[in-house]
Structures are given as structure tokens and as C-alpha cells.
């Protein structure tokens, strides 16, 4: 099991363990979110200088929310998604601002963020079991890019060359907001479709074999979530 799975579980037990020592309106909740993150902006861009050629990803998630009143909160929210990499449109994209290859084979990892944030919650009462949550949160952002393997065939000698390219890891600060809707299907349960956006600007270090240089990023996400809350 690794840390961050480990991070998970423990952040929904810890939330399940405070209902025994406090009496609370059952707003507080603990949950987990399962669904789909959409890269936009420049992580998700085909531009070949500047674009990340992100693919639609999945989100895992869990949240901690104590509510110091009947409407205002303080959580914590943990999420790990992944994105694939379009390595078919970066290939014809390489070939054609590289003259100097033929041709080009790419096996490319995919993009690995994780989120770690902390805030404050607002909920809106929409009838007797209907509800939304807003939330506002800033912490850390942890993004890495993938690890690739090119094989190119240059256009002179008609040589096959191959080499690697090591993904960067940089955590920086970053921001997210979201809003749920969600149902209450028992006392202390409930079922939702949140939604959340986050941005951050990581920037990403590599070596060439000759230098250092730094590539900047600007990674806007949005996930469209399903999932269910244990409400105390």
C-alpha cells in the first residue's frame, strides 16, 4: 500500500472517529470522490513549444470537513489523479518542427498530480434532503511529468537513434475551488456530484545531457466527481 493510499484511509477514519467526541448537527462529514479530471489551458494544448498534450484523466479523492456552524466549515481535501500523454499528435507535431527526422516512435508515461489542500466550506440547504456545499482551498500542488522513450530515424543517414527522457517532479502552491450537490439517502449518509477546479503553476526541471533547463506550466484542471459522504 503506498503513502498516499495510506493518507487516505486514515484522513476517512480520523473524520468517522470525531462523531464520538463531540455532538455536531450532522454537517461535518467524511467522504470519498471517484470520477474524471479534464486538463485545459496550456497542460492540455497541441501547441509543440509550450503545450503539455494532456489526455482526459481520472481522480481519486477524499475530503475531511468540520463544520463550526450550521453553514460554515473548516476541511481538508487529498486527491491523486493521472493523464495520459497524446504521444500520436506530439510525434507528427515533432516530425514536423524536426526536418532533420523521418520518422519518430514515442512510448510515453503518463502526468501524475497530486493535491493536498486545506479551507473553508459554505453549505446552502436546497429542501429537506438537497443540499450544496462551496468550498475555497489553497496547499500543495504535486505534479510530475511523464518519463518517455523516443526512437527517430534522421533523414541524412537514415540512422535509428534512441534516448530517454527523465519526468520532472515539482511541488509548488496552488488553489482549488468546487461545489457539490448531494442527497441524503440516510441520516448520516449521503450521495453527490461535485465538481472542482485547480490551477498552479509548477516548473518543471531538466537535463539534456548538456544543461539544465526549466520548462514553466500552467496547469488548470477540472473534475467532475461522483461520490458519497458519512455525515456526523
Same mark, same amino acid.
Not at 210 to 231: F, V
Given at each position: 500500500? %503506498?503513502?498516499?493510499?495510506? %493518507?487516505?484511509?486514515?484522513?476517512?477514519?480520523?473524520?468517522?472517529?470525531?462523531?464520538?467526541?463531540?455532538? *455536531?448537527?450532522?454537517?461535518?462529514?467524511?467522504?470519498?470522490?471517484?470520477?474524471?479530471? =479534464?486538463?485545459?489551458? *496550456?497542460?492540455?494544448?497541441?501547441?509543440?513549444? %509550450?503545450?503539455?498534450?494532456?489526455?482526459?484523466?481520472?481522480?481519486?479523492?477524499?475530503? =475531511?470537513a468540520w463544520f463550526i456552524t450550521s453553514k460554515?466549515?473548516?476541511?481538508?481535501?487529498?486527491?491523486?489523479?493521472?493523464?495520459?500523454?497524446?504521444?500520436?499528435?506530439?510525434?507528427?507535431?515533432?516530425? !514536423?518542427?524536426?526536418?532533420?527526422?523521418?520518422?519518430? /516512435? $514515442? $512510448?510515453?508515461?503518463?502526468?501524475?498530480?497530486?493535491?493536498?489542500?486545506?479551507?473553508?466550506?459554505?453549505?446552502?440547504?436546497?429542501?429537506?434532503?438537497?443540499?450544496?456545499?462551496?468550498?475555497?482551498?489553497?496547499?500543495?500542488?504535486?505534479?510530475? %511529468?511523464? /518519463? *518517455?522513450?523516443?526512437?527517430?530515424?534522421?533523414?541524412?543517414?537514415?540512422? !535509428?537513434?534512441?534516448?530517454?527522457?527523465?519526468?520532472? =517532479?515539482?511541488?509548488?502552491?496552488?488553489? =482549488?475551488?468546487?461545489?457539490?450537490?448531494?442527497?441524503?439517502?440516510?441520516?448520516?449518509?449521503?450521495?453527490? $456530484?461535485?465538481? /472542482?477546479?485547480?490551477?498552479?503553476?509548477?516548473?518543471?526541471?531538466?537535463?539534456?545531457?548538456?544543461? $539544465?533547463?526549466? !520548462?514553466?506550466?500552467?496547469?488548470?484542471?477540472?473534475?467532475?466527481?461522483?461520490?458519497?459522504?458519512?455525515?456526523?
Amino acid at each position: 500500500m %503506498t503513502i498516499t493510499s495510506k %493518507t487516505l484511509i486514515i484522513l476517512i477514519i480520523s473524520g468517522l472517529s470525531l462523531q464520538y467526541g463531540f455532538t *455536531q448537527n450532522h454537517n461535518s462529514f467524511a467522504g470519498i470522490r471517484i470520477g474524471y479530471a =479534464l486538463p485545459m489551458g *496550456q497542460f492540455a494544448s497541441h501547441d509543440f513549444e %509550450t503545450g503539455g498534450y494532456a489526455l482526459l484523466g481520472k481522480s481519486i479523492g477524499a475530503e =475531511l470537513a468540520w463544520f463550526i456552524t450550521s453553514k460554515i466549515g473548516f476541511g481538508a481535501d487529498i486527491s491523486v489523479s493521472s493523464y495520459g500523454f497524446a504521444s500520436g499528435y506530439y510525434r507528427d507535431d515533432y516530425i !514536423e518542427n524536426e526536418p532533420s527526422y523521418k520518422t519518430m /516512435d $514515442l $512510448l510515453s508515461g503518463p502526468y501524475k498530480v497530486q493535491t493536498y489542500m486545506g479551507g473553508a466550506y459554505y453549505k446552502v440547504n436546497l429542501g429537506k434532503k438537497f443540499f450544496s456545499t462551496f468550498k475555497l482551498m489553497g496547499g500543495i500542488y504535486s505534479a510530475r %511529468t511523464p /518519463d *518517455q522513450f523516443y526512437g527517430v530515424v534522421d533523414n541524412l543517414f537514415e540512422r !535509428e537513434n534512441y534516448f530517454w527522457k527523465t519526468g520532472s =517532479l515539482d511541488r509548488t502552491f496552488g488553489f =482549488l475551488s468546487g461545489a457539490s450537490f448531494e442527497y441524503h439517502i440516510y441520516e448520516h449518509v449521503s450521495l453527490l $456530484l461535485q465538481a /472542482d477546479f485547480s490551477y498552479a503553476e509548477p516548473a518543471f526541471v531538466y537535463d539534456n545531457g548538456q544543461e $539544465l533547463y526549466t !520548462e514553466n506550466m500552467k496547469m488548470p484542471i477540472l473534475k467532475l466527481l461522483p461520490g458519497i459522504n458519512i455525515r456526523f
